[in-house]
């Protein structure tokens, strides 16, 4: 929102600041000031000048030689100029030899402005210059009585009837002013107008505030001869006020009407426009004007519109509806989408006669969707959805048609149709003055916390303690906002500094966290650096990734309104940011990376989403460079056993990932669950996203590992009794697995088995096509005593004999 210091200061004459000064102390009472803008900032020595004389330039067809009075003793300049509207007794703004203007006359800015000398044109001296509304920095937009192109002529504005010769162009043109541009948060809706922009810097200034008094108007007919209002849906509507003005008389703005709203960033239409626009500012409280001639049965019903429903707008566009809009109806028709914008069927045009004035309260959540739906945000729109105060909406009509009558615009008809079900009143809040200064640190009394709650038109009751909040502060709704109230206008700069006080508490991280950062130190001390990436996906990543159609993970939550298509599903895998990061990190020639993510997955329970996904968190390790399946694998097995995973790990290679190469992947199962996986990157998924290298990943299901992680440790003494070794090398068909053949050796090993180490895998000419070798070596220990030979060879007798089952014979 963007306010000129001279609108403030109508309200609170007495306020004298620097532009900085009330940028700093405005934020630091809660009212954040973005930045200012003068407006005169590159513009100096402009003064008021008058053409007492024109002649030929003698050697220049274009050019004309002026004699321009510059004081009111009748002191004169000559300038020579190109300009072509101009005429003997015209009064122009002039800039002086040595002044400064903003621009050119195309309407380009120069940086610091453009410095103007006199000299010569075509051999005939020149001392200063004849300005067009350009070359102060503005527009004919916010200039409408300026000419398309040439000098800005006052004496055409019978305004300007009283300027006096040599005095401020710069002023009369309302430019020696200051805009500010706020950022109000939405909870401060009194703020979205100048009048509570106001009432906040007279209190931040300690000065008197003094609003626009609204006068009573209106002639002795009663505007009910002349519309009817009827709300059919008071959930979406919760006031409307109507009034009538007759004898309309379109025209322009007066001039310092449309140099506030220009300043405001408003351009100036005419008087019918402006007003309301002007009231809009005013009281945060958007208007609408209405042709009551285009309004069929001189009534307006407020109700939903019908799916499907096509409605063109003022700005020419069909817009498509549905029955979660609220429209403005006549009689037969709908004259407007409520909140957002009028309808070209019941437009103000310059022959209007009778105005239909219109101010509302509509509900701020559904003007917003609405105004989403539509692809349509309007000034008024951005107001309503913030939840306007119902209250405002009878003033702000009111202000309107006493500036109808003051400018002349036409004839108010007496009374206003008030439809307004159920009225909202001023809330109560209790009040602890000693509980805010013990939150604060302070020690104020009462009398002055009261002082602060009244610059700012909070009153107080004092036989029940309570402050009374009109319905415009929507934000005090409790103890701690007037905490707050007191804080921001003591100051918070002057808050003492105070030790903290309460209770010591222990306290420590959830067990979750506990195994998340155990992934993080255990993946850390292997080399792997963390990555984050988007939870936000493109849906081309599964076709990518190799996913066929009607694959699981093709099943995703789409997003409603994505930045892009690149960002417009929900995840439901974390390997397209694992392999995005490594690509990256491969085309920048970095080698040996490895990286690890502790990231979610969101998978939908049904499609339609109906419900919120199930958010699972996936502990991503991935690299390429020095390392193999194997030591990826290694990896996965330490963090099992570091978070305390005591069970049977085992591998399953048909886990049918069209992402990772054939036979060199596997799910990952702990006890019959499955975990995980973990494999080597299928070359074509390599090709897609450019890394010129195999690359490993694994993933591991982290709500799975948190159910069956444990920190219970059992330390046991150290061994009594000697170990018994026996070596056992197998031959066997290559199909049968590492994990079949340790199966059977913990199956068989019983209460003796210690420990077995598998420490040679060979494949060549001594052994038979399709089989290989396998050695381990296995360990036996009792530990209340010493084993004899024919206690271990009773034990590896079981398992040669669980192994034959398998068709391995030992290798002879």
């Given amino acids: 929102m963007n306010t000129p210091l001279s609108w403030i200061k109508a309200y609170v004459p007495e306020l004298d600041v620097t532009a900085q000064d009330y940028t700093d102390a405005m934020t630091l009472t809660g009212t954040k000031v973005e930045g200012f803008e003068r407006l005169d900032a590159d513009l100096e020595k402009i003064i008021v000048g008058k053409i007492l004389k024109i002649e030929r330039h003698p050697d220049a067809d274009k050019l004309i030689v002026c004699q321009v009075q510059t004081t009111e003793e009748g002191e004169s300049v000559q300038i020579v100029t190109g300009a072509k509207n101009v005429k003997e007794g015209d009064v122009i703004p002039v800039v002086l030899d040595g002044g400064r203007v903003a621009g050119g006359h195309d309407g380009s800015k120069t940086p610091g402005g453009i410095k103007i000398k006199k000299g010569k044109l075509r051999g005939i001296e020149s001392n200063g210059m004849m300005c067009s509304i350009e070359e102060l920095g503005s527009s004919k937009e916010m200039y409408p009585e300026a000419p398309e192109e040439g000098i800005y002529i006052f004496s055409d504005m019978k305004e300007y009837d009283n300027i006096k010769i040599g005095s401020s162009a710069i002023e009369a043109l309302g430019l020696n002013d200051i805009t500010f541009e706020y950022e109000i948060t939405s909870n401060r809706v009194d703020c979205f107008g100048v009048i509570g922009i106001a009432r906040e810097a007279a209190a931040t200034f300690r000065k008197e505030f003094v609003p626009p008094v609204v006068k009573e108007t209106g002639n002795d007919e009663k505007v009910a001869e002349y519309v009817e209002v009827k709300i059919k849906d008071t959930d979406l509507c919760s006031r409307y006020v109507a009034r009538v003005v007759k004898n309309v008389k379109i025209g322009p703005s007066p001039l310092w009407m449309q140099r506030r709203l220009s300043a405001s960033g408003i351009r100036p239409i005419n008087n019918i426009v402006d007003i309301t626009n002007y009231v809009m500012e005013e009281f945060a409280q958007p208007m609408h004007a209405f042709d009551l001639d285009l309004i069929a049965g001189n009534k307006i019903i407020v109700e939903r519109a019908k799916d499907g429903e096509e409605f063109v707008t003022l700005d020419g566009q069909v817009r498509k509806l549905d029955s979660s809009m609220l429209m403005i109806c006549d009689a037969e028709k709908p004259v407007a989408i409520a909140g957002i914008m009028g309808g070209e069927n019941s437009m103000i045009t310059d022959d209007v006669k009778i105005l239909l004035f219109e101010a509302a309260c509509f509900d701020g959540t559904n003007i917003r969707l609405s105004s989403k739906k539509l692809g349509l945000r309007t000034d008024a729109s951005s107001k309503f959805e913030k939840g306007l105060d119902p209250n405002t909406a009878m003033a702000a009509i009111n202000r309107a048609c006493q500036l109808i009558e003051e400018l002349g ?369 296995i360990s036996f220990r009792a530990l209340d005593r010493t084993l004899e030979d024919k206690d271990v060879t009773e034990v590896m007798n079981k398992i040669l004999k669980g192994l034959s089952a398998l068709g391995i014979e030992l290798r002879q």
């Avoid at 206008?489 to 010591?504: C, K, R, S, V």
């Avoid at 990376?593 to 989403?609: G, S």
Wanted: hydrophobic residues 35%; glycine residues 8%.
């Fill in 409 to 777: 615009v036409g004839e108010v008809v007496g009374g206003a149709v008030d439809v307004y079900p159920r009225v909202r009143g001023e809330k109560r809040v209790k009040f602890n003055w000693q509980r805010t200064n013990k939150v604060l640190g302070t020690s104020l009394d009462k009398e002055t916390m009261l002082s602060y709650f009244k610059m700012v038109d909070l009153g107080f009751d004092p036989a029940t303690d309570e402050v009374i909040v009109p319905s415009w502060r929507q934000d005090v709704e409790c103890q701690a906002d007037l905490d707050e109230e007191v804080a921001r206008f003591f100051g918070y700069d002057n808050i003492p500094t105070t030790l903290p006080t309460g209770e010591a508490t222990t306290g420590k991280i959830s067990f979750k966290l506990r195994i998340e950062d155990e992934a993080r130190a255990m993946a850390e001390q292997f080399g792997f650096s963390e990555a984050q990436t988007y939870s936000f996906e493109s849906p081309k990543v599964f076709d990518k990734l190799l996913l066929p159609a009607g694959d699981k993970l093709r099943e995703t939550v789409t997003i409603s309104n994505p930045l892009g298509e690149d960002y417009s599903v929900m995840r439901t895998s974390p390997l397209n940011g694992m392999l995005g990061s490594l690509s990256t990190n491969f085309n920048r020639r970095n080698k040996n990376v490895r990286l690890y993510e502790l990231a979610n997955i969101y998978l939908p329970k049904a499609l339609p989403v109906t419900e919120l996904p199930d958010e699972r968190m996936q502990f991503t390790l991935g690299f390429y460079g020095a390392g193999d399946f194997f030591d990826l694998k290694g990896v996965v097995e330490e963090f099992i056993e570091k978070v305390g995973m005591k069970g049977i790990l085992t591998y399953d290679p048909n886990s049918g990932k069209t992402f990772l190469h054939p036979g060199r992947q596997a799910n990952i199962y702990y006890e019959g669950t499955l975990i995980g996986y973990l494999g080597e990157v299928y070359p074509e998924v390599l090709d897609n996203y450019d890394i010129g290298e195999k690359a490993y990943v694994a993933v591991l299901d982290m709500p799975e590992i948190v159910a069956r992680a444990s920190y219970d440790i059992k330390y046991t003494g150290i061994a009594k009794y000697p170990a018994v070794s026996r070596d056992i090398s197998m031959v066997m068909k290559k199909e049968i697995l590492a994990g079949q053949v340790e199966e059977v050796i913990r199956k068989n090993g019983g209460k003796l088995l210690e420990h077995y180490n598998l420490f040679d895998i060979y494949e060549g000419a001594q052994i038979k096509e399709g089989h290989k070798s396998m050695a381990y070596s």
